[in-house]
């Protein structure tokens, strides 16, 4: 149990490392400490649902694996203790934690995600001077802005703007200015650069240049506009399972597609699963092993999890393509898992 606990631990604050970059990021842009911490807690839901199948692993893999390795398993086995015997405390134990990642996946996860969503771009909409970084691109809807440097008085420098068209494939103009300043009007939602000693590029289909300079250039971005326009699959993955099954039933009833949502719907489940797959393949394949280094045990855990983890995101991305039907494809390391590896235990019951 210690080694399941620090593996949760250990895995959870590696998933946290980059998080907690932007979380110094956010305190350093003007943002309060308090409302920083509060996004970073929004997230370990998420994470947890992640880093609780992956302890499970990693945890058996190198305590049944020492185990294997110093003759405890045959040593046991020799006292009359069966492999299912031994297996069964952590059958129960990957029972109820599967149990706590299926609600992480289906209720938790989705509902704090969405609410680190909206606190998100409660900060946005309150410090929209704080979306522009020097070195950093920032991009909105149809344009990305750069400036090399900016103080904390919102004066910038060297500042490079690039506007595209509707495919955001091909720029339509280029700005560019010596200076700035950055100022908001926090009621409304909206950004405002002025630009100093500005030179403006438009570009047309023909591939002309049409070039226009000035000493003073106000650009304004409706920052409300561009954060509340969220697509459709991001408003999905903030869906409890409540959420999807009502969603789905109405579609249904109007005759449209449900593949997206029945793929995510399916995810959930999949991944809050995991635990149980994790357990009966990592179990046998520990004792099978059977060696006593770290090293072993992490490089199979990264493997499998890896695996499990990438085919996942596979076929969430074929959402959109009904035919290859993602939403039962996503089972199948689960069900490779679960049979495989109660298939190496009923060989090593045998032998």
């Known amino acids: 149990m210690a080694i399941l606990i620090a593996a949760i631990i250990v895995l959870t604050i590696g998933m946290l490392g980059g998080n907690l970059l932007q979380l110094m ?34 945890s058996v893999l190198l305590m049944f694996g020492k185990m294997s390795a110093d003759n405890e398993i045959t040593a046991m086995r020799a006292c009359g203790i069966s492999i299912f015997q031994i297996i069964s405390p ?30 998100t ?12 970084q020097p070195g950093q691109p920032c ?5 990305v802005i750069y400036v090399k440097s900016k103080d904390n008085k919102g004066h910038i420098k060297d500042v490079q703007i690039f506007t595209f068209d509707k495919s955001k494939q091909n720029i339509v103009q280029d700005i560019t200015a010596t200076s700035g300043m950055l100022s908001s009007n926090k009621d409304l939602g909206y950004l405002y650069l002025t630009l100093y000693n ?33 697509p459709l699959q991001n408003r ?25 949502m029945e793929t995510q719907l399916n995810l959930m489940f999949a991944m809050g699963l995991a635990p149980i797959a994790f357990l009966l393949i990592g179990f046998p ?9 770290t090293s072993i045990g992490l490089f199979i855990s990264v493997m499998l999890a890896g695996f499990f983890f990438f085919f996942m995101i596979i076929c969430n991305t074929l959402n959109e393509k009904p035919e290859f039907y993602p939403q039962y494809l996503l089972w199948i390391p689960n069900i490779l898992y679960q049979l495989g590896g109660i298939y190496i235990l009923y060989r090593i019951t045998k032998r």
């Open 25 to 58: 990021g956010l305190i350093s842009r003007g943002v309060p400490v308090s409302t920083a911490m509060m996004a970073l807690l929004y997230m370990l839901p998420m994470i947890f649902s992640f880093t609780v199948p992956m302890a499970i692993l990693v």
């Open 139 to 143: 991009n909105f809807d149809d344009m």
């Open 90 to 119: 952590l059958i129960i134990l990957s029972f109820i934690l599967a149990i706590i990642c299926l609600m992480l996946q289906t209720f938790w996860s989705p509902y704090y995600w969405r609410k680190g969503d909206v606190l």
């Open 198 to 230: 500005y030179n403006i590029i438009n570009y047309e289909i023909n591939s002309t240049e049409d070039r226009l300079y000035g000493k003073e250039f106000i650009l304004t971005i409706n920052v409300s506009k561009e954060i509340n326009d969220e």
């Open 236 to 260: 999905i993955r903030f869906m409890t399972f409540t959420d999807l099954m009502g969603k789905i039933s109405l579609y249904k009833k109007l005759g449209f597609p449900t593949t997206e």
């Open 285 to 293: 394949l520990a004792i099978r092993t059977s060696r006593r280094e």
């Open 121 to 132: 771009r409660y900060i946005g909409l309150n410090n929209p001077e704080a979306l522009i």
